[in-house]
């Protein structure tokens, strides 16, 4: 069998360039091809928009050659953000000689601020003048707000490639993917092939994964096929899964005041959506993040959050802890399991919380994290 | 016009006497009353119910003379879960010569651990044998868990009496009526009556009441009522409804970790069911909380929850906050606000959050707490 390898390019394959910079708070990346990508995208289902998710709705349709994106402020709910973004776009343009319509624009930041356009403009020129082929480090860097490490992985399978940069960390809801997430490729695919298998990868992943619950105004996630490698939907899938899949861990593991990486595997639910629902509630429940958080296994929690949510008959409930310590049954056939060595399981670093609810086929996984002190301390403070 | 008077006798009005022991984590109350009362009730709508849940919802059907609850252990998600509830009610029935059958139970504590019968019984020995007329701190403390004080209140208003009390103050989530909550009154009203009260007095207060999004397997709230006083279902709202919304601002100012209460009131909502669900969405939102907690004016999260759960347009959104320190408008027709004004404002200890979204005659009030570090490791260490 084929195997996925990562080759370490970032959003940097084929002909794909980017760079990126900061200064202060802002921060601003740019990715390009040299000539018009295929799009597909997903963006936040926020019905409050920011004014770069509008803009770029518009603009994905025609195609897009060059993404930039800014970090440090939102821009969105201010009174122009709709000509702050157009001008994002348009200085972007200028700077990279690309067709205004081609240009996709991102924000990420603080909401209800004015966008420093002066800063923009600055770091916009500053970044056009030296983008890198081969690698996407810096630009992966000039997204991150409250991240404490950058997000970017690429991989090839059966010489198609696929690259993605992503930030989080905070505001992570899966109302759509998630966060901002810029992915390119190789692969020569229809519109609608590309968007299909970007949606289908995204409700798999990013659509599963929860910080805190809070939806963002901003969240987008751009796919651009450059179209150079001929292949199979079938095969572009596999590889894109794995890329998004694997952005997504790097997301949860490096969640706001993070600890320990949370996994919720609903099997045996009575249809596919009730498992989504089932282990999108355990990861999203306060109470199962931090007891996760204080090593503590009450796992009561987690049994109340399916409760919460789904029929379930506690008889056939079976939930089970995982992690690199080892395994534990806390609850099978009404009864609870070895507490100490549910501990020593959650003791570990990356904890895989497995429900079998026995009714049925329906199975799904969500992404997490931990709820710490250091949550509450990041977002007391943010501006 | 006639006013609502406090009058200090907590659940023990009338013929209610009550009592209270704690040993250690454990403790019981007991409400009773020297005749059967009709009783409304509401339950958690959490698919696991605790056993004193399944053990209540058959015996309010009978009436009820007492209330048996105890804190330390919620008697949800064991094996043998159901004949302990069983047995306390024909424990209580015992040392208060009361008709098993109308003995209510209920339980509060951690999921999954079985309960500890011995000293259930002998707490019920010892608080069956000093039952007080008058007053009921003891029953309001010894049902406190995570709880720093004890809920206690009762009014008369045209002389209907109503008392309660109740305790919180984590995985509290407006399912249904939310944790523990005992009402007494004489009010001598018919069974549909006093249930419709329940459920619309429990609509504006306890169901609109968030600490964190957890739902309790073990919630319930009781009315009991005496009868002896003819009155007006319409008077008895009125005295209800105040009683059960001074009860829930007491759970939330004591919410797990909370050091500020937040009421949130959405007004001009296209429908009341918007109103509601945005209001309940401000008081939910972890971001919105932690920026309370920091006095931090970021008030793009309270637009961006609002915007997560409803269709707003941004032009029409007002958000104002108020306090003790006085108010501050943070966004109108599109602009941001004096945020210097606006953290004086949240500098206050009782925020109230206002939202127009200018767009009907739906309103709404939702009640929370900030979201701090004690909530943090209140919920890492709890056993």
Redesign the interface.
């Known amino acids: 069998m084929t195997e996925i390898k990562l080759t370490g390019r970032g959003v940097c394959i084929g002909g794909f360039t980017a760079g990126g910079a900061k200064d202060g708070k802002y921060g601003v990346a740019i990715i390009k091809n040299n000539s018009v990508c295929r799009c597909a995208a997903l963006f936040t289902?926020?019905?409050?928009k920011a004014a770069p998710v509008l803009v770029s709705r518009e603009n994905v349709k025609n195609g897009i050659q060059a993404i930039v994106a800014n970090s440090g402020n939102?821009n969105?709910?201010?009174?122009n953000g709709l000509a702050d973004a157009k001008k994002m776009c348009r200085i972007a343009a200028g700077a990279l000689s690309v067709d205004e319509k081609n240009i996709a624009v991102a924000s990420t930041g603080?909401?209800?601020?004015l966008l420093d356009m002066g800063k923009v403009e600055a770091l916009i020129g500053e970044v056009s003048g030296g983008l890198s082929a081969g690698k996407s480090p810096d630009a992966a860097r000039a997204i991150m707000t409250t991240d404490t490490v950058k997000k970017e992985i690429s991989v090839e399978y059966k010489g198609i490639e696929v690259g993605a940069i992503a930030k989080g960390v905070?505001?992570v809801?899966p109302?759509m993917a998630t966060v901002l997430c810029f992915v390119t490729t190789n692969a020569n695919l229809s519109d609608a092939e590309l968007y299909e298998s970007l949606k289908s990868a995204a409700d798999s992943s990013l659509n599963m994964l929860i910080v805190?619950?809070?939806?963002?105004?901003n969240d987008c996630l751009f796919l651009l096929s450059e179209g150079t490698k001929k292949c199979s939907a079938l095969d572009f899938r596999h590889a894109l899964d794995y890329v998004l899949v694997e952005i997504t861990k790097m997301l949860a593991r490096d969640g706001e005041g993070a600890t320990k990486l949370i996994e919720a595997d609903v099997i045996g639910g009575e249809t596919p959506e009730i498992a989504r629902t089932c282990a999108r509630a355990i990861v999203?429940?306060?109470?199962v993040k931090?007891?996760i958080?204080?090593e503590?296994p009450?796992?009561?929690?987690i049994?109340?959050?399916?409760?919460?949510v789904?029929?379930?008959d506690?008889e056939n409930?079976e939930i089970r802890l995982k992690s690199e310590n080892g395994e534990a049954t806390?609850?099978k056939k009404?009864?609870?399991g070895d507490l100490k060595q549910a501990e020593a399981v959650l003791r570990g670093k990356e904890i895989l919380i497995i429900v079998n609810m026995n009714s049925g086929n329906g199975k799904a996984r969500a992404f997490g994290c931990d709820?710490?002190?250091g949550?509450?301390?990041?977002?007391?403070?943010?501006?």
Chains 1, 2 share one sequence.
Request: glycine fraction near 14%; include cysteine; proline fraction near 5%.
């Open positions: 289902r926020n019905s409050l939102a969105a709910c201010t009174p603080i909401i209800g601020r905070g505001m809801c109302g805190d619950g809070d939806m963002s105004t999203t429940s306060p109470l931090t007891a958080y204080g503590n009450n796992w009561g929690r049994a109340a959050a399916v409760g919460s789904a029929d379930v506690f409930l806390t609850l009404g009864q609870g709820l710490t002190p949550y509450v301390k990041i977002n007391a403070e943010y501006n």
